[in-house]
């Protein structure tokens, strides 16, 4: 069965730091690109960064440079390093992983995890 399994979210205040987690399985991983996509409350899903099955990465404009994507394909496991948090942030984070390398089309999805940003 393909999976990803979604970890790390809580509950942190402003100016802390999370790294998310997720963890995939049944299919090999370091073939395709994986991306992480966020719900604010209240709003629609909102792309936020990606990777490619070698490094390559991307990020949506509003990451300002606080967000950090990576891999570890030996581990199965895409991160995604949130610095210096802001309210803005809150939302439940998804990963999905790619039909391929750059495809831009996702055929599986984690469950989420949720970050809340609150003082």
């Known amino acids: 069965e393909v999976q990803l399994v979604e970890s790390g979210g809580g509950l942190v205040q402003p100016g802390g730091s999370l790294k998310l987690s997720c963890a995939g399985s049944g299919f090999t991983f370091s073939w395709y690109s994986m991306t992480w996509v966020r719900q604010a409350p209240g709003k629609g899903p909102e792309w936020v960064s990606a990777?490619?099955?070698?490094?390559?990465?991307t990020y949506a404009d509003f990451v300002k440079g606080r967000f950090t994507i990576s891999r570890d394909n030996a581990k199965n496991t895409v991160y995604l390093q949130i610095n210096n948090l802001e309210l803005n942030v809150t939302g439940v984070y998804y990963c999905a992983k790619d039909v391929g390398n750059w495809r831009w089309s996702y055929d599986v999805w984690g469950q989420g995890t949720q970050v809340t940003v609150s003082s």
């Open positions: 990777i490619s099955g070698g490094g390559t990465t």
